[in-house]
């Protein structure tokens, strides 16, 4: 049983290769989740506070303007790399590892900054790679001639970031039990900023029972001062 909340449709991509963001090309074939942020969109949206509170940490960071963060599945949900287009400032990022006691290493001709057991590297000063170390060297390792990705977690993905400034979809979210998510199969959505805050969301429930309780919180949820144009409605799966 599918439970839908539809405020617009989306736009419809060709798959070529010239299509494919090359910060994309980084991230793993067959993640459980990727959420994409355009970062200009929502430094300059109601979320602008938010945004700026994030990019703190980031103060090497002279400019970004998307976000890709992929999570694969297993290993403890543990697995995962955020990836960033924008302007990034590699001597201020070594001297700050410096600071903090980070590690520095080459790995395929890329410094690597360790700590925690996460990496950080910046390529060509205008792509970030930042997560677990396992997924940063496996980015690095694939690197940007990364074929164009054609399942169909990566043509919603394509679809959602052609309509939404944030914007989330799933493969399977069972890669992620025991959650909150335990009533939910899969999970597409997006928010619209330059549209005010158009929101839509796809969900698919593991039972009938489960569709019509998601379907009466998204309801309610419709019902706040926040939201708006929200229709919902239930489609078989």
């Known amino acids: 049983m599918r439970v839908a909340a539809m405020g617009l449709l989306f736009a419809v991509l060709g798959w070529g290769q010239s299509s494919t963001p090359i910060y994309w ?5 067959e993640p459980a989740m990727l959420i994409g942020v355009d970062w200009r969109q929502a430094a300059q949206s109601n979320l602008a506070g938010l945004i700026g509170g994030a990019a703190a940490s980031l103060d090497f960071a ?3 303007t998307n976000l890709l963060v992929a999570v694969e599945p297993g290993a403890g949900n543990k697995r995962f790399l955020a990836t960033a287009s924008g ?9 700050m590892a410096a600071t903090d006691g980070a590690k520095a290493a080459r790995y395929r001709g890329v410094d690597v900054f360790s700590a925690g057991g996460a990496d950080v590297a910046v390529l060509d000063g205008w792509i970030l790679l930042a997560g677990d170390t396992a997924s940063v060297r496996a980015a690095l390792d ?15 993905a394509a679809e959602l970031s052609s309509a939404y400034s944030i914007w989330i979809a799933t493969s399977s979210l069972e890669a992620f039990q025991p959650s909150p998510f335990s009533e939910v199969r899969s999970f597409d959505g997006g928010i619209a900023l330059n549209r005010g805050l158009e ?4 969900l698919v429930a593991v039972s009938e029972e489960s569709a019509v309780a998601i379907e009466s919180m ?3 949820a419709a019902g706040s001062p926040a939201l708006h144009d929200l229709a919902v409605g239930r489609v078989g799966a």
Do not use: C, Q, V
């Not at 929101?199 to 796809?202: A, C, P, W």
């Open 62 to 64: 002279e400019e970004i």
């Open 142 to 156: 694939r690197g940007n001639a990364a074929t164009p990705r054609e399942s169909p977690l990566w043509r919603r």
């Open 199 to 202: 929101m839509t969301f796809d």
């Open 218 to 220: 998204l309801r309610g």
């Open 87 to 95: 302007r990034f400032n590699l001597a201020k990022l070594r001297r």
């Open 25 to 29: 090309r980084y991230a793993p074939d």
